[in-house]
């Protein structure tokens, strides 16, 4: 049964779907249980929209989201992108949206709880408050980091 992130993803559409594929990167091949991919616990919030919230401590780790995109800073590590779903769906924001924006080769998000994304103002992630500058999937975080999502002009 699908999760409710994806039921409530942003439609992808097949060229969007086969851009997003095409820069996917497969999750590394594993060589038993040692190989296993690093999970961390972090701390994830949302400011700036109608909808403000912190919530414990989201237990993420490298993965596929949205439909089938491996989500992976430096091909393992957890990101920004994956702590949001994982907090998502851990605690329930509320619905997390994005799309594959093939230009930046990674998401954007547009759509958390409801509040949107627009042409004046977009959702940027911020790691132990400080904005980061790549993509939310290509940009690592470690075990304790706050990772506070703000919908900002």
């Not at 980061?132 to 940009?139: D, L, Q, S, V």
């Amino acid at each position: 049964m699908p999760s409710s992130l994806v039921r409530k993803a942003a439609p992808v559409t097949a060229a969007g779907l086969a851009c997003a594929l095409a820069f996917a990167a497969a999750p590394p091949a594993a060589a038993g249980p040692a190989a296993a991919l690093p999970t961390v616990g972090v701390r994830v919030g949302v400011t700036g929209g109608a909808y403000t919230g912190s919530v414990g401590i989201v237990r993420t780790s490298a993965r596929t989201v949205f439909g089938g995109y491996y989500c992976a800073a430096n091909g393992t590590d957890p990101t920004p992108l994956t702590a949001l779903v994982d907090a998502q769906e851990q605690y329930g924001l509320g619905g997390v949206r994005a799309y594959w924006d093939a230009a930046k080769k990674d998401f954007v998000v547009t759509d958390i709880h409801g509040d949107v994304a627009d042409s004046k103002k977009k959702w940027n992630a911020y790691v132990n408050e400080k904005k980061i500058t790549t993509g939310p999937c290509g940009t690592a975080i470690k075990d304790t980091d706050k990772v506070r999502w703000t919908l900002e002009a």
